[in-house]
């Protein structure tokens, strides 16, 4: 059974700092990109970070220079540092795994990221 859960959401302080987790059961690893995606209210879902096996980033415009995404594949964990936040960042944040080869993909339950004062 495929799992992605993550963690770390919560309410935050506009200029305040979050890190999201991602800890992915059921899959081999390392045939995955790993990516994070947000959807705030009345909006489609949008890419926010992805990363390879390898660890080569891929971000946002909107993020680029905040947030930073990386991958420990020891602990089938990918994370999300996001620094600098503003509150147009509120949004639930889902964390998507995407075989490389294969078109095939699983989702987490999404973790609620609140940027307010």
């Known amino acids: 059974q495929v799992q992605l859960v993550e963690s770390g959401g919560g309410l935050v302080q506009p200029g305040g700092s979050l890190r999201l987790a991602c800890e992915a059961s059921g899959i081999t690893f390392s045939l995955y990109t790993m990516g994070w995606y947000r959807q705030a209210p009345g909006k489609q879902r949008e890419l926010v970070a992805s990363?390879?096996?390898?660890?080569?980033?891929n971000y946002a415009d909107a993020v680029k220079g905040r947030f930073t995404i990386s991958r420990d594949n020891a602990k089938n964990t990918v994370y999300l540092q996001m620094s600098s936040l503003k509150p147009e960042d509120t949004a639930v944040y889902y964390c998507?795994?995407?075989?490389?080869?294969?078109?095939?993909?699983?989702w987490g339950q999404g973790t609620q990221v609140t940027v307010s004062t």
């Open positions: 990363i390879s096996f390898g660890g080569n980033p």
């Open positions: 998507k795994a995407e075989h490389r080869s294969f078109p095939l993909d699983y």
